[in-house]
């Protein structure tokens, strides 16, 4: 048993999980991680260097030519890829377009999975994703699996991006979101699903700093 304490957050696109993550982590004062950023830097590398999905000896090459870190600021994401910011860079459609497909290559998990559990090996962190309580950190001091309301969860993200993409609409949100779940949940390789001790939050009807109360109760009594 690491003296560490881990805590795993997986679920749906826009289930408010890096809401609850970066509350979390300020709160006990513990790294927070935001895995999907990585594969979102992944797929932005990808779309510019315009790779070849289907090209594995392609992609497996590039993968030696990424470098990825995180910079924690008031534990906001802040990512570079190469030594460039592109935290904006990475939210914006292009690349949420494209990032499930990237997410479900072999070659792309297996380097992010070894880079996330070389960041977990000696520190308290939070981190959220798909596969973090599967396959990351399947023995994570505590796991949670979160789930809202599909049409809650498109219209948080439409509000999230319809001021830097004024031509955005509900729906297409609404199908980009039904799309990335299709992917996430039906890939061959770590498909998101929950692990049998996630504890479940669906915040449909929660707020920030309800879901945040319900979830240091369960963590509390590991600290
Ligand atoms: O959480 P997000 O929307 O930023 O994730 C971006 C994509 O990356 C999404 O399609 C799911 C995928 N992802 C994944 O497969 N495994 C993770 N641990 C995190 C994200």
Known sequence: MSNHIIVAIDGYSSCGKSTLAKALAKKLNFIYVDSGAMYRAVALYFLRDKTDLKDHAKITAALKNIHLNFHSRDYQTHITLNDEEVSEEIRQMPVSDSVSAVAAIHEVRKEMVKQQQRMGRSKNIVMDGRDIGTTVFPNATIKFFMTADPKVRAERRFKEL??????????????????????????????????????????????????????????????
């Not at 980009?176 to 049998?196: F, G, I, K, M």
């Not at 009807?205 to 240091?216: R, V």
């Open 162 to 223: 319809q001021p830097k993409n004024p031509d955005i609409t509900l729906e297409y949100v609404f199908e980009n979101l039904a799309h990335r779940d299709y992917q996430d949940t039906t890939r061959a390789e770590s498909p998101l699903r929950r692990a049998e001790d996630a504890i479940i939050l669906d915040n449909t009807d929660l707020t920030p700093d309800e879901q945040l109360l319900f979830a240091l109760s369960m963590v509390e009594p590991f600290l």
